[in-house]
């Protein structure tokens, strides 16, 4: 089945600056692969996804990348503010079917 | 508040017993996903049903078996429990097999094995 890294398991960084998540997949078949926060405490939220016949995708200060050739996906944060500060999951999955995430990545933006 | 309701909220219970988590999906959505979160860690994907039938299994144990009813309702069922399984166990949905889309998570039930 499909297996999904990430890195780096914590992040972090000062309000205003970057912040990038990066996740690997195995599976070629893949072809969606979605971001989700969560908040402590809280359910994960979908913040962001793209889909394999697309290799970036913005959304104001959020923006995911795809590089199917090497099997890598990456979210970048900029202009970070305290409340960017959660757990971020990446995952990837074959038409949205058998889902596997990374095991997660705790930014914490300081002020 | 994602549509996707969860109940109990929380279940507290000894080793060796037997319990059952309820999931309903959001209105339309035909596919729902369970997930284990154990502390500190990442979602580990359970099974995934779609309109009543089984459609992607995970790493899922023998001990636990869930199942999705007509109307599109999901329980998973936890057996002979062990101190390990304590977790929050999320459920989510999805429109379907027919386009890729999101998944509403729940809220969670977190189990607590004594």
């Known amino acids: 089945g499909e297996n999904v890294e990430q890195h780096p398991s914590t992040l972090s960084v000062q309000e205003g600056d970057s912040a990038v998540i990066k996740c690997t997949y195995s599976d070629s078949a893949s072809n969606y692969f979605p971001w989700y926060k969560q908040e402590l405490g809280k359910r994960p939220q979908l913040i962001i996804d793209i889909r394999s016949n697309v290799g970036e995708k913005k959304d104001q200060r959020i923006a995911v990348t795809l590089n199917k050739t090497a099997k890598h996906f990456s979210l970048h944060i900029t202009e970070t503010q305290p409340e960017d500060s959660a757990v971020y999951f990446c995952a990837a999955s074959i038409g949205g079917d058998d889902m596997r995430f990374g095991a997660g990545t705790r930014l914490t933006v300081k002020p | 508040d994602s549509g996707v309701t969860q109940t109990p909220k929380h279940l507290i219970t000894a080793t060796g017993q037997r319990v059952t988590l309820r999931c309903s999906p959001r209105?339309?959505?035909?596919?729902v996903y369970w997930y284990q979160q154990s502390l500190d860690q990442g979602l580990q994907f359970l099974i995934q049903y779609y309109n009543g039938e089984e459609r992607a299994k995970g790493n899922i144990l023998e001990r636990f078996s869930a199942q999705q009813f007509p109307d599109l309702h999901s329980e998973l069922n936890l057996s002979s429990l062990e101190l390990g399984d304590s977790a929050l166990y999320f459920c989510?949905?999805?429109?379907?097999?027919?386009?890729?889309?999101?998944?509403?998570f729940g809220p969670g039930t977190r189990l607590t094995v004594l």
């Open positions: 989510a949905s999805s429109v379907g097999r027919i386009a890729v889309n999101e998944q509403f």
């Open positions: 209105s339309g959505d035909l596919s």
